[in-house]
């Protein structure tokens, strides 16, 4: 759920392996407001496994240098989508991804607001697509959490029984 700006600047030390923390500093975010944002352990295993091999560079997502800042990551992108044949799939599209996942999952929207950094919840709605099995899903657990009791009403006598 990153920005591709964000992800371009993060460091190992914005990471926190004991408390499965990314921390973005406001300085790399764009709105200049930092964020904690909570990593699964399947996540974590596979930085883990990154750094292992780009141990020698400060950054998460080292440039061919092995130390500066990875400017072209629009170009690595490409061969990535080409490899796994994603055909026009961009990367901020995996924002999109993240947040209807993350609401499919049964987050609120202010924590996906949070997750994705955004200022505000208007600009967090345009992220959120929400499908009509989701949306009879969701009625469906409010129905059973909240019955409604279905009262007959007699026409004739306007009144219920």
Known sequence: GLRRSEAARLEWRDLNFDTGVLTVRAENAKAKRGREIALSGDMLALLATWRAQTSCSPYVFPASTRTALLGH?????????????????????????????LLAGGADSATVKKVLGH????????????????QRAAVARLAEAHPVNVVQFDKRRKKTR
């Open 73 to 101: 990551i629009v170009r690595a992108w490409d061969e990535i989508r080409k490899h796994a044949k994603l055909g026009g799939l961009r990367l901020h599209d995996l924002r999109h991804s993240v947040a209807t996942r």
């Open 119 to 134: 200022a505000s919840l208007t600009t967090t709605e345009i992220y959120l697509h929400s499908d009509m099995d989701r």
